[in-house]
């Protein structure tokens, strides 16, 4: 098969796929080399560079979005729900984000308050789920953040999160 | 807020961050005078967590240099200290965060099928909702002392409806997630059960096999 035409197949799937769409399941789909499909997936995020909309990797996928400069008009066309943490919400959600797999008492431990509220807020919005059971007295519940948090974010992995020291050093610089 | 003492004058944080590091003799600050002048002042309700942290590190600290010769080294001490960093850590990558979630808001895709699942709900059997409950119950190992606690499944109720006032749903995982024990868990359990029949939940999946949503009618 040519380059140009599995541009083509490769755009055609990620925009008919529901979630970020793997290199391995493409490369299932086409039966090509990964190596052909990657190839191919740069050129089409090329070919895309003056268009409205972006091919770019989230939650461990590939998916099509449209380019943040045009969201102004967007969002004539359709009203958006935005997602709005509180404070005590979003620090919870970034002890999970850094230290997952992790308890609720761990979580306490930092916040120095109860968490209960924060983390069933942020598991009601599929932000955050249980990963299993600490091996631990008591078998306390796992939390880690989902792949809607990654989508959310536009993250392609959790390894794709800022360096913790690195935000906290930029802020005390400035 | 600012700190007035003979021998320190500046913010409070300052202060901290000098008491760790010995450049501020901690036993000469009067601590009291720090809350006195800052209860007599105007609190802003933004700022009084931040205060109240602060002052109890400085509580510790101090405490620890009543008790102790200053060459010890405190493994307490240093947890603690470790702890208030990695909040203030936190506290500021959660500005990150906040930053992204605003900016997730200008980017359009593909709603994922999730979406278009959670409008089928389908309800879940008596039968269902006991196996779960079967399972977590097997995992809840009981170990030590015994302890007899009369638990009403009236309050149980109310304190399920009091969590999902604010929330629409709540995960069924989630709510029996932080139980004590066995005892808490059956209670939980009885609590849904009659809520169920009184009609003021539904206990709905979105596919089979999916976790079960406790909803309030």
């Known amino acids: 098969m040519d380059n140009q035409k599995i541009k083509a197949i490769i755009e055609a799937l990620v925009f008919a796929s529901p979630e970020p769409l793997t290199i391995k399941k493409i490369t299932d789909i086409l039966s090509e080399r990964e190596s052909v499909v990657k190839e191919a ?3 089409l995020q090329n070919d895309l560079i003056l268009r409205g909309i ?3 990797y989230v939650a461990g996928g590939w998916r099509l979005q449209t380019r943040p400069e ?19 919400s979003l620090i919870t959600l970034s002890i999970i984000a850094y230290k997952q797999p992790v308890t609720k ?19 009601n919005l599929g932000l955050v789920e249980i ?3 600490k091996k631990a007295p008591g078998n306390p519940y796992l939390y880690r953040t989902t792949k809607k948090f990654l989508s959310l974010l536009g993250l392609g992995d959790i390894g794709a999160l800022p360096r913790i020291v690195t935000l906290y050093s930029s802020e005390v610089t400035e | ?25 901690i036993l000469k600050i009067r601590l009291s005078e720090i809350t006195s002048d800052y209860l007599a002042g105007q ?25 102790f010769e200053e060459t010890e080294s405190f493994e307490e001490e240093a947890t603690f200290f470790q ?57 809840k190992e009981e170990k030590g002392e015994i302890i007899i606690d009369e638990m009403r499944v009236s309050e149980k109720i109310e304190e399920i409806i009091k969590r999902l006032a604010e929330i629409k749903r709540i995960s069924f995982i989630n709510l029996i997630a932080n139980l004590r024990d066995r005892i808490e868990l059956v209670v939980t359990f009885l609590a849904l059960l009659e809520m169920v029949r009184s009609e003021l939940i539904r206990a709905v999946q979105y596919k089979p096999f999916a976790p079960i949503w406790i909803i309030r009618r």
């Open chain 2, 43 to 67: 609190q802003n309700i933004n700022e009084i967590g931040q205060f109240l942290v602060i002052v109890s590190a400085l509580c510790f600290l101090k405490s620890q240099r009543l008790l």
């Open chain 2, 83 to 139: 702890d208030i960093e990695d909040y203030k850590l936190h506290k500021e990558a959660s500005l990150w965060f906040s930053d992204k979630l605003e900016f997730s808001d200008n980017i359009f895709f593909n709603i994922p099928a999730v979406d278009d699942e959670q409008e089928k709900e389908i309800e879940v059997s008596l039968s269902n909702l006991i196996l779960h409950v079967t399972e977590i119950f097997l995992s």
């Open chain 2, 1 to 25: 807020m600012h700190v007035h003492q003979p021998t320190f004058v500046g913010p409070v944080t300052e202060l901290l961050d000098l008491s760790k590091k010995n450049g501020v003799d």
């Open chain 1, 70 to 88: 045009f969201s102004e008009w967007i969002k004539r066309l359709k009203p958006t729900k935005k997602i709005k943490l509180t404070k005590p």
């Open chain 1, 41 to 43: 997936i740069f050129g």
């Open chain 1, 54 to 56: 972006e091919l770019v």
């Open chain 1, 105 to 123: 008492q761990e979580v306490e431990v930092v916040r120095g308050v109860n968490s209960d509220g924060p983390i069933e807020h942020l598991m």
């Open chain 1, 131 to 133: 990963a299993g059971q």
